[in-house]
Every structure is written in C-alpha cells, then in structure tokens.
C-alpha cells in the first residue's frame, strides 16, 4: 500500500507494509513477504487477448522484462522503478555463458555481454551466422561443451507443416558464427515434431524436448497419436541422438463422444535440474503434468506432477506449466491458466505458495515467467488479458520482501498505487538510500568506478577488468563480482558523512573501500 505526502516542492511516495493488519490477501491465504514491484502493466493497460504475459530474464543482477508494449529494467525493486530501454532487440532472450542473446524485429540475432549497459545500443552486437540457408540465424538455446546449440525453424513443404534442424558453434562471444547441423528434419519425424521447445543439459548430455501440435491449442482432434518427445545425446554429434521417452509420456484420456484416446501432453513449457534430476513441464489443454527423469533411458521417467494438475477421468481443464527455476534448494513451479498456482516443490512433496487461479490479484488470470537475481531475489511476473476482462495490465511481484512494519522513502516522479489515508498509530520514518556512486578505492590498491541507480549499482575496475553488482538495503550492502582474479559475493557495511553520501565501506571479507 501506498500513501503520496508533499514535503516543499519534492513529492514523497512511502511504502507501508504492515505483517497481519495490512498483508494481503488471495483466497484466504496472505501472500507474505511478496511485494509487487511494478506498476500494473508498466502503466499501460492489456492488449489484445495474448495469454502469453509479460516474461522476465535475469541477466546477471540485472532483471529485464519483455511484453508487446517494450523491454524495461528494473532499477529499484523497493519503490518499485522500471525504466523503459530502447534496445536493438524486442524479446526472445536467453542467457549462455556470460551473453544475454536477443532477436530484433526481423529475427536478426543480437548478442551483449554481461556487466554491458542493455539500454545502449553500441553494447549490442549483431551476430553474422555462417552455414544455413540464406545466411539464417537459429535461435541459440544451450551451451554444451563450449559450443553454441540453436534451432533453425522452417516450413516442411513435404509435411505440410512447420518443422526444424539444431545447429550448433564453438563461436560463442564472436560476431560471426560458424553453425553445422547436428539434427536433421525433427528427428526425422516432421509429421509429430512441429518444434523444439527446450535444448538443456544434464548429467553430461544434451537434451532436445519437442512440440507436437499441428494446430491450435484446443483443438483436441489433433491430440490422437503422437505428442512431445525427449532426445538425448552425449556428445550432441549428428547421428548419436537417442529417444528417451514415450511419446507424450504416454498420458492417454479417452474422448467422452467418439472414444478416441487422445495423447495430451504436445507442448513443453518449461524445465529444471534438481537434486539429480531432469524435470519437464509441459502444456495441454487436457490437463498439464510434470515428470522427472534419472538418464537411465524410457524407463527412467516418474510422473510427479502436483495435485490439482494433470489429466483427470471425468473431466479435463486446460492447464499451463509455463516457468520452472530452483531457487534456495526448492523447484518452484508458476502455472499460467487455468491453474495460475505458485508451486514450490522440495523433492518429495509440493506446496502452495501462491493460490490460483487468480494468484495476487483477481484480474491475474495466471502466472508467466520466473526468474531468480544474485540468487536472493526471487521475481514472477502474471497475465492479463482484455479478452477475459482485465483492465489493468500485467505485474511483476518479488520476494523476499519482508512484510514487517517497514517504510521505505521513494523520490518522484514514481509510479504511484491508490492513494490512501495513513492509518493511526502508523509512524512513517523515511529510509534514504546511501549515495556510493563515483570513484573509490580498495585496501589492495584497486580503483573501482561505481555506478549507482535507487537501491541497486554496478562497478566496474579496469585494471582487473572485472565488473560488480548488488544491493543496498539501508546501511548494509551486497554484492557480487567477476573478473581476471576471479568470481565472489561479500556483505558489508556502509558508512556515511553529509547529504548521506557514503564514505566508507567495511566488507565482510577483510576488504575496504575508500574514497
């Protein structure tokens, strides 16, 4: 909840979050410690009836999210600050190694590295793609012994349908890229496999997960026969690929008119490892599941998808597992419609995080994407849609945010939330941020140039060519680095002087900064 106080000529915006008295509330349960950060659809209302959503990538300690209205970066989660960037390209990220790779609106591939500013255009490069037909980009998905691994997706004339090729590069960081095919035709079955929907690695291979609809979503009259296929590979070489499921996992249901079995699972929407296993979600509109997988071939599958999900025998609603990411040692699972559930999954048992199918708020018709940043903050993001009667546009909630009586001081202009009056008894003590941007240095005689944007900043030392990231959260700070003398995180504390600029730091490591 926001309260908008005028103090002189400057507007102030506090953020009051109350444990029991003001947390809120979806079906029953309290979303505790979940705060949203954004303002409704970045705010823009819906558009069209998409049940695709806003999707999120993190990159780094840098958190993008993608719609049809833009790309934006979050600088402050606490006052929750967005600004929109303008980059070459529009969505369709994907993080390999240390480059965050992206298509333009002619799915030209674009490639920026990490630590890289996303918002300047001359940090992304274009990458020339050597070796397919007219000089075509795959679109990279996997990084598996040190080369690139993409999807070439092309009209099958023959099939009379969409079908693909994966090629892969040693050409990772380089403007051009040399590609040589590894998977020729689907898999040889372009009339089941329309797509790749996953390239992912575990336990030393290579996996290529795929799309089996011919048409629409809901059209069950395609669903006879077939559905997604799981390949493997140890070396990814052409020619070594092995089918290691069933087709659809197997997951029949009988058609209640005609008496067709219908094969439900065609699409993969998501998957993870997790305690030495290799976890698939995928899409139907028969009932979703989830099942994992210990490498030892078809019979290595287990269905262990959560209660609510799932083909059921009298009746079958649509279901959606759209995001999965391990985060503190849980696998978390976001369902989009109809089940629209934050799940958390410990390797035995699933719990309910968020409830569906509204989850945070009654217009949320599902969940979308998940992403995780400097491996504390955990970020989801929800759709919306006109078609169903949503007015307001997609959020974007995080955690751990916690929901004791805190208020944070946000300077405008901001997005403001409905303004309300502030209850009695509720005394607001504005938290400002430390000021540690400029040049500082190290006990070890390192000079630092510190970026800084809200609560979040970037570093960089030429000298060891190494770049930082992190966090302040009142006097304390967090962060994490890279460069020539290797990777870390450290904790500290920040000591300030006048107009609250920061004049020292004390890291937790025995390293201090100085200005």
């Given at each position: ?26 079906g029953g349960l309290a979303q505790v410690n979940w705060h949203q950060v954004n303002e409704d659809g970045f705010g823009l ?471």
């Amino acid at each position: 909840m926001r309260w908008r106080m005028r103090s002189g000529d400057q507007w102030w915006r506090y953020t009051v979050v109350v444990a029991c008295l003001l947390a809120s509330s979806i079906g029953g349960l309290a979303q505790v410690n979940w705060h949203q950060v954004n303002e409704d659809g970045f705010g823009l209302p819906p558009s069209g009836s998409s049940q695709v959503g806003t999707e999120l990538v993190a990159f780094g300690n840098v958190l993008l999210a993608y719609n049809d209205s833009g790309v934006y970066q979050l600088n402050d989660p606490l006052c929750a600050v967005w600004k929109k960037i303008t980059p070459p390209v529009s969505g369709s990220f994907v993080v390999l190694g240390s480059y965050l790779f992206g298509l333009d609106s002619g799915l030209n591939l674009h490639r920026i590295a990490f630590g890289s500013d996303p918002n300047i255009s001359a940090n992304w490069h274009q990458v020339t793609s050597v070796g397919l037909p007219g000089g075509a980009d795959p679109f990279p998905m996997a990084l598996f012994n040190g080369n690139v691994y993409g999807v070439y997706r092309f009209y099958n004339y023959q099939s009379g349908g969409w079908a693909f090729e994966i090629w892969r590069s040693p050409s990772l960081g380089q403007n051009t890229m040399i590609w040589t095919k590894v998977v020729d035709n689907s898999f040889g079955d372009p009339q089941n496999n329309r797509d790749a929907d996953f390239i992912g690695v575990y336990n030393g291979h290579i996996y290529v997960g795929t799309e089996a609809l011919k048409g629409l979503f809901g059209d069950t009259t395609q669903y006879v026969g077939g559905g997604s296929e799981i390949w493997e590979s140890p070396s990814g070489n052409l020619g070594t690929w092995t089918q290691v499921n069933a087709d659809g996992f197997g997951t029949e249901v009988s058609e209640p008119i005609s008496g067709l079995k219908l094969r439900t699972n065609r699409v993969i929407g998501c998957w993870a490892v997790y305690k030495g296993w290799l976890y698939v979600g995928t899409k139907s509109h028969l009932g979703a599941e989830v099942w994992r997988y210990n490498g030892t071939g078809k019979s290595g599958w287990q269905n262990v998808t959560p209660a609510g999900g799932g083909p059921d025998p009298f009746f079958s609603s649509p279901g959606r597992n759209n995001a999965m990411v391990v985060y503190q040692n849980d696998l978390y699972l976001a369902e989009g419609v109809a089940g629209g559930r934050l799940l958390r999954y410990d390797g035995a048992k699933w719990s309910e995080e968020v409830a569906g199918p509204n989850p945070f708020h009654a217009q949320n018709m599902g969940l979308s994407s998940l992403a995780m940043v400097g491996g504390t903050k955990l970020y989801v993001s929800t759709q919306k849609s006109i078609g169903l009667g949503a007015t307001q546009g997609d959020q974007v909630w995080g955690y751990p945010f916690p929901s004791l009586v805190a208020a944070i001081a946000c300077e405008g202009p901001k997005t403001l939330l409905p303004q309300l009056e502030i209850p009695k008894g509720i005394h607001l003590l504005p938290i400002l941020i430390p000021d540690i941007s400029g040049t500082w240095h190290s006990l070890f005689g390192i000079q630092y140039q510190v970026s800084q944007t809200g609560s979040s900043f970037t570093w960089y030392a030429a000298g060891i060519h190494e770049t930082g990231s992190g966090t302040i959260t009142g006097n304390q700070i967090s962060a994490s680095w890279k460069g020539d003398l290797g990777s870390g995180a450290a904790t500290g504390k920040i000591t300030t002087g006048a107009n609250n600029v920061a004049t020292l730091i004390q890291w937790a490591n025995g390293n201090t900064f100085f200005r």
